[in-house]
């Protein structure tokens, strides 16, 4: 059997990035993306799952490339209606966007699970690749300011990263079952590599690695483990990575994300602009800063060169 | 005391617009309108008020003319992408009316009342006259086709009334209480009439009707009970009104009306094109279609004067 499969991990905007480049260069059989879901959360009533959508609708296409997040060809009719009867209006969900929310919310009261319903949607867009939630089970992020413990959301969009943050914790994530088609995957003789994507590592991905199991199947996995830098010249390329690294004692850097994790790593894939940094890995260069569809092709080619 | 209150019976469309005239010739605090909600329903996991929520959308000026139902200035983003994913789309929610459905939903969950919601609503959009859901308990109007009992959105909407049905019943009626402020209002020392607006009988009025006590309170107010006829020349001015009483074995007239509220009603308005029908009731006359806002007032006027 050829090894031909690969498992990509990935939170919202920088990971979903990398998983197109890389659903441009592999058949859909041959890659499988285990997204966080740790960012999820309950809202109007509602079931959210920010990075899986945001994974659902970059492969769609339906991506809205002018603001960065959530769906094309927006409207705000909802949002705008809810502000005038003194509805919370602090996190935005767009008209299209609300569908997916409604409906995903109304299956899984149903008891459908998050990864049927979320297969059912990549089925009507017709996108090829498997997104798969980490788990079915809720896991919640939550970060811990001065003021005590706040739901991710809450610091994230809510207060925009702003309190400064000393400990991070995965409400949920020690009684969750990873989702059994990731830990198959991860198991898979098919497997080829595994590939983390240029996601921020503490809120995207470790609640992965968070699920019992699968950090283990990852480390056992015998096939190269490889992470993209999310940090670029000491910067991250979007969101609160590098401000959160501080906040946490880490060193602001592509070497620091490489440290964080460790030995779970074969590979680590820098951008030009950190080419000297010293890690343990085995490192290699490219542009990992991915502006166009170009870009993320061109990164996946890459990351894909160095695992062979 | 001035007798100077107003209580008003209404569905939806056909009873807000008498409702909206009412509004316009009475001070705010001297209107109160009991609102049908054996319409309601769950959908999508939202909770549905359609009476209460046109009675709304038309006294605060937000209702859809051109539709002729819903809300003004709507969008359907939300419907139309809601399709793309093999959601039910046979009931129509705009995307500014769906705000009002989630908001009800979240608020109805954390454990507020449908009245407390519905003041709120009306206090945002400034709403004089108090829009009362004759129960904060669910009634559920259902209605028995040869196939069996249907809920009535799904006859109403779903099958666009196209089932012969030979019974109607209000599910949960029985153990309904009847909102304390409607019963007031209609024991009140401030009442001077009671008006039962050109809405459906059987689907609109008598839900409200059929709640403990609220039949009694009207028939023992001691003040004029005035009914305006949704029939004009045998033909109803919108909806199922004229089928269903057919179908229910009666005389598909203004005087059929008439009889099936009875004893109920002191007074009785027709249309001019009814004007020789015979009826139990004190009669008199007005223009009883109301297409403009011009009419409604002039019919507002008309009931006011017969009862004084």
């Known amino acids: 059997m050829s090894r031909d499969l690969v498992v990509a991990l990935s939170g919202g905007i920088g990971g979903a990035k990398l998983a197109l480049g890389l659903s441009h260069v592999l058949a859909p059989e041959n890659l499988v993306i285990i997204a966080n879901t740790g960012d999820d959360f309950e809202h109007l009533g509602l079931s959210i799952s920010p990075d899986i959508d945001t994974l659902t609708y970059t492969l769609a296409g339906l991506d809205n490339t002018t603001l960065g997040w959530g769906r094309r060809d927006e409207t705000w009719s909802f949002m705008e209606t809810l502000a005038t009867i003194g509805g919370p209006t602090w ?58 413990w706040l739901d991710f959301q809450d610091y994230f969009v809510g207060q925009q990263c ?6 991070i914790a995965f409400h949920g994530a020690e009684a969750a079952t990873p989702h059994p088609d990731a830990l198959a995957a991860l198991a898979s003789p098919r497997l080829k590599a595994v590939v983390i994507c240029p996601s921020n590592p503490f809120i995207s991905v470790e609640p992965i690695l ?46 620091g994300v490489a440290a964080r994790y460790g030995a779970l790593l074969t590979h680590y894939m820098l951008d030009h602009a950190d080419a000297g940094a010293v890690v343990p890995q085995r490192t290699s260069v490219a542009q990992t800063l991915m502006t166009t569809l170009e870009d993320k092709i061109a990164l996946a080619k890459a990351v894909l060169a160095v695992i062979g």
């Open 91 to 148: 996190f935005r969900l767009g008209d299209r966007d609300l569908a997916l929310h409604v409906e995903r919310t109304r299956r899984l009261r149903a008891g459908e699970t998050l990864s049927a319903i979320t297969d059912d949607v990549a089925r009507h867009w017709g996108i090829g690749p498997r997104i798969l939630p980490m788990s079915n089970d809720p896991v919640r992020t939550r970060v811990r300011a001065e003021t005590g």
């Open 162 to 167: 702003r309190p400064v943050i000393d400990a």
């Open 210 to 255: 968070a699920v019992p199991g699968m950090r283990d199947a990852i480390a056992h996995c015998g096939v190269p483990v490889i992470a993209v830098s999310p940090i670029i010249g000491g910067k991250a390329v979007k969101g609160p990575t590098a401000k959160m690294m501080a906040e946490l004692g880490l060193e602001v850097s592509a070497a």
